[in-house]
C-alpha cells in the first residue's frame, strides 16, 4: 500500500496574473512538487477547461 501511494501522482492547476506566476512559480517549487508527485499545471484563461 505504500507503494502505491508514492507512486499516485496529483495534477494542480493554477490561473495567476504573469507576474504573480514568475514570482511565485520558481524552478525549486516545480521540483519540490514533481519530487511530492504533484504535477503544477498552469491553466491559460483564454481556453475552455474541457475540450
Known amino acids: ?5 508514492r507512486s499516485r501522482r496529483y495534477g494542480i492547476g493554477y490561473a ?3 507576474k504573480k506566476q ?5 524552478f525549486s517549487l516545480v ?3 514533481r519530487e511530492r508527485g504533484i504535477n503544477l499545471i498552469p ?3 483564454d ?5
Open 1 to 5: 500500500m505504500a507503494e502505491e501511494q
Open 16 to 18: 495567476l496574473a504573469p
Open 22 to 26: 514568475k514570482s511565485l512559480i520558481q
Open 31 to 33: 521540483n519540490l512538487a
Open 43 to 45: 491553466i491559460d484563461p
Open 47 to 51: 481556453r475552455p477547461l474541457l475540450a
